[in-house]
């Protein structure tokens, strides 16, 4: 019984205890499912976590809830890596990589390196002027 208890207190600090047995993979979100990978992950000894897009379709409350989980993560030693376009993400991350210049094929180059802070005073890349704006 311990077993399942530490799998179910897994799913519900990744914001996921809302799912119920037996539901399918298929009407989960790709946020959803990015979480239940990460909740499979907590389990293991694995130093590097790597999400792409884990606010995909989450609600405000979901990602701050998903902000404080990754926050713990890095404060026990693990080293997180995120893809994604979510401002408050941004916001929160410790170092950010920002390609651009623009988005497809426009894109594909490093235009950024740096800090949260540091990016919102580089007005030549058009992250570091939304997230000024988010922030202002």
């Given at each position: 019984m311990a077993a399942a208890t530490r799998i179910l207190?897994?799913?519900?600090?990744?914001g996921l205890g809302y799912l119920t047995l037996?539901?399918?993979?298929?009407?989960?979100?790709?946020?959803?499912r990015q979480r239940l990978k990460l909740a499979d992950r907590m389990?293991?000894?694995?130093?590097?976590?790597?999400?792409?897009e884990p606010t995909s379709g989450l609600h405000m409350a979901?990602?701050?809830?998903?902000?404080?989980?990754?926050?713990?993560?890095?404060?026990?030693?693990?080293?997180?890596i995120v893809v994604e376009h979510h401002l408050?993400?941004?916001a929160?991350?410790?170092?950010?990589?920002?390609?651009g210049p623009g988005a497809g094929t426009d894109g594909g180059q490093?235009?950024?390196?740096g800090t949260p802070g540091d990016l919102i005073t580089e007005p030549?890349?058009?992250?570091?002027?939304h997230l000024a704006r988010y922030l202002s």
């Amino acid at each position: 019984m311990a077993a399942a208890t530490r799998i179910l207190q897994r799913l519900v600090d990744v914001g996921l205890g809302y799912l119920t047995l037996g539901q399918p993979l298929t009407t989960l979100s790709g946020g959803e499912r990015q979480r239940l990978k990460l909740a499979d992950r907590m389990a293991s000894d694995a130093s590097v976590l790597v999400l792409d897009e884990p606010t995909s379709g989450l609600h405000m409350a979901d990602i701050h809830h998903l902000l404080t989980l990754l926050d713990k993560l890095v404060g026990s030693g693990h080293s997180v890596i995120v893809v994604e376009h979510h401002l408050a993400v941004i916001a929160c991350a410790d170092w950010i990589i920002d390609m651009g210049p623009g988005a497809g094929t426009d894109g594909g180059q490093v235009v950024f390196t740096g800090t949260p802070g540091d990016l919102i005073t580089e007005p030549t890349t058009l992250t570091g002027q939304h997230l000024a704006r988010y922030l202002s």
